[in-house]
């Protein structure tokens, strides 16, 4: 059974990249056991000879026989490859950690470690990539025309006719959120997480707040942001 539940990634792919190989047994069987799909591989040299970007994370040992994580991470990035990694290593001294992340890593679990740590750490990586491209997704468009309404998704405006509507940042962005992906229904939480991700202490409510301001502003098309009970909000792109 699958227990990781995420939008984006139905199922992970994890490429295991330590010469370990009893490590690698017992990572590779837990991570499994989440749900991950896992490749597990003993070397860089080896890590190479695989389509690295078909993977959503790698797991990299830094002190290996031949090339190190670090290098393998290095080049990976020079190479505008940007996988999430995490490295697992037993060197755990500030200068190793900040190495880690100069060159390109997203986390760092010191060894010895627990198989709870690694799965979570793993699963917050996952997530916050997701996110990134949850937000790469509202910029794909320049402008959205549904009758009279315009939303100029650059120019950050929105028109009603000829009248300008002087929305807030916040209610421009959920707007364009929402229009950008008419064909999901975006739960609160979602919301918060691509909108506020840095911001702590955002409720539920908030969001319901915004929106009811933003339908207000939207006047005889307040319609095209609906609410499913018990799921959240979508854009209805019908209404005209």
Do not use: C
């Not at 702590?200 to 915004?210: A, G, K, Q």
């Amino acid at each position: 059974m699958n227990s990781f539940n995420n939008n984006k990634i139905e199922t992970p792919k994890i490429l295991l990249v330590d010469d370990d190989q009893n490590i690698s047994e017992i990572l590779e069987f837990n991570l499994k056991n989440e749900g991950f799909e896992v490749v597990s591989v003993f070397s860089a040299e080896e890590a190479l000879q695989k389509n690295i970007p078909e993977y959503n994370l790698i797991l990299l040992d830094v002190m290996m026989g031949g090339m190190s994580g670090y290098k393998l991470a290095e080049k990976l990035r020079s190479e505008k490859i940007n996988v999430p990694i995490i490295f697992l290593t037993a060197k755990d001294t500030e200068n190793d950690m900040l190495t880690g992340f100069s060159v390109g890593g997203d986390d760092y679990i010191s060894k010895p470690f627990s198989i709870k740590e690694v799965i979570a750490r793993i699963k917050s990586i996952l997530k916050r990539s997701s996110l990134k491209e949850e937000q790469k997704s509202i910029n794909t468009e320049d402008s959205l025309k549904i009758g009279d309404l315009s939303i100029f998704f650059v120019l950050k405006e929105v028109f009603i006719g000829s009248e300008k509507i002087n929305l807030t940042k916040t209610e421009f962005e959920l707007l364009a959120l929402l229009a950008k992906k008419s064909e999901k229904i975006f739960s609160r939480q979602e919301m918060i997480d691509i909108l506020w991700s840095e911001t702590p202490y955002i409720t539920e409510r908030t969001i319901d707040v915004h929106i009811t301001r933003l339908r207000k502003k939207l006047k005889n098309y307040a319609a095209v942001i609906t609410n499913r009970s018990g799921y959240g909000y979508r854009f209805n792109a019908d209404v005209s």
